[in-house]
């Protein structure tokens, strides 16, 4: 998806872009747009977006806390990771905010869906494309030393 086309979305009631054209799963065309999003607003429009990426980031947020199943945060994290990776970290309270809420859903997912006993992830979860997004999102991270490698072993 292009900037333009991104910027001509429309928006929902609460402020975030409307992507229900995209196809059914609204977390994992994310995916798809805040990224490129966000490396425009760093690279071409000097940050001036950033407030309404923000804006939009704490209502996806509260989103996928109200509608908490292991896909949708398997990719609303594959998303923020995206928007991390683009988003100035020199602009450091936006940076931390964005880290934040990635780590907190990370340990939200791990904290229901992984059973330390057994160290697998619960049977549902298991074999799933879902697993794989959330495992792959966390290595990254972990490789980006926004997570601590040896804490995320069991998506390795």
Do not use: H
Not at 5 to 17: D, M, S, Y
Not at 26 to 39: F, G, L, M, S, T
Not at 130 to 138: D, E, G, I
């Amino acid at each position: 998806m292009t900037v333009e086309q991104i910027k001509a979305l429309p928006r929902t009631e609460e402020g975030i872009f409307d992507l229900s054209s995209m196809g059914s799963n609204p977390y994992k065309n994310a995916c798809d747009v805040y990224p490129v999003y966000a490396a425009y607003e760093t690279k071409e429009n000097g940050k001036a977006g950033y407030p309404d990426i923000m804006a939009q980031m704490r209502l996806w947020n509260k989103q996928v806390n109200e509608e908490f199943t292991f896909e949708n945060a398997a990719n609303y994290i594959a998303m923020l990771y995206g928007t991390i990776e683009n988003v100035s970290p020199e602009i450091y309270e936006n940076y931390k905010e964005l880290v934040d809420m990635f780590r907190l859903t990370v340990k939200k997912v791990l904290a229901e869906y992984y059973e330390v006993e057994t160290e697998s992830f619960v049977p549902e979860v298991k074999k799933t494309a879902a697993l794989v997004v959330f495992c792959v999102t966390v290595k990254k991270a972990c490789e980006s030393y926004l997570l601590l490698a040896e804490k995320y072993r069991m998506c390795f």
